[in-house]
């Protein structure tokens, strides 16, 4: 039961142009959104977030855009540099109390790759 | 990594010995998460504890596998009597409260021979 689901393993951009990474979820119960970040052999770093009341958050060169109708997030990255170059996670988890608070729920990851 | 502390970063096992990980939260949080990361897939939610209590296990094995974070020293994630498929990549992450983002260790990669 794959709640949270990013469907491209990969991408491949040129530096300089934008990376857009997507993620779909199914849960209507999320209530916040992560992407993380994760280069081999480290843990995953935590980039930017977006709250279901919000459909944007910007954070320098990374922006968030939220569809809750759409159940759709997506990473944009812009302008993407050599070292963008990593796998990158959506997550999502309940914001509003219960058993589920603070658990995250990841995606599989993409990777991207983006050449000089 | 964000200031939390896994160790070991490597852990090797036979089967049917133990395994303890350890973790040490960012200095002034209370709240940590272990995930279990299994080659090519994303990470898996296994627990999250805050200062000696388990608040979610929902992600936990049922049997062989427990977790603690007592009042002093670091966060335990145990395993007995390992087998081939716990190997795995085990990230620990800590936050301040449950609202705030985690932040997540460099991880220990434990390979059962």
């Known amino acids: 039961d794959q709640q949270v689901k990013q469907n491209s393993p990969s991408l491949s951009v040129q530096e300089g142009r934008i990376s857009i990474l997507n993620c779909d979820y199914t849960n209507s119960m999320f209530d916040y959104f992560l992407w993380y970040k994760k280069y081999p052999a480290e843990g995953p770093t935590f980039l930017i977030s ?67 | 990594n964000a200031g939390v502390m896994q160790n070991p970063r490597h852990l090797v096992r036979r089967r049917g010995q133990e395994a303890r990980l350890r973790c040490s939260p960012v200095k002034g949080h209370s709240h940590v998460y272990w995930y279990r990361q299994l080659p090519e897939e994303g990470l898996k939610f296994m627990v999250y504890l805050q200062k000696e209590n388990i608040i979610d296990e929902s992600g936990m094995p049922k049997e062989r596998f427990s977790a603690e974070f007592p009042k002093e020293g670091p966060s335990i994630l145990r395993i007995q009597q390992v087998v081939r498929g716990d190997s795995a990549a085990y990230f620990c992450a800590s936050s301040r409260d449950a609202a705030q983002p985690q932040h997540f260790g460099d991880g220990t990669r434990l390979s059962i021979l």
């Open chain 1, 50 to 116: 977006i709250s279901s009341i919000k459909d944007k958050n910007e954070d320098g060169r990374f922006t968030v855009f939220l569809n809750k109708s759409a159940k759709h997030l997506s990473l944009h990255i812009v302008p993407s540099q050599p070292g963008d170059s990593a796998v990158y996670f959506c997550a999502a988890h309940f914001n509003a109390g219960g058993t589920s608070y603070g658990k995250l729920t990841f995606g599989q990851g993409t990777i991207l790759t983006v050449h000089p």
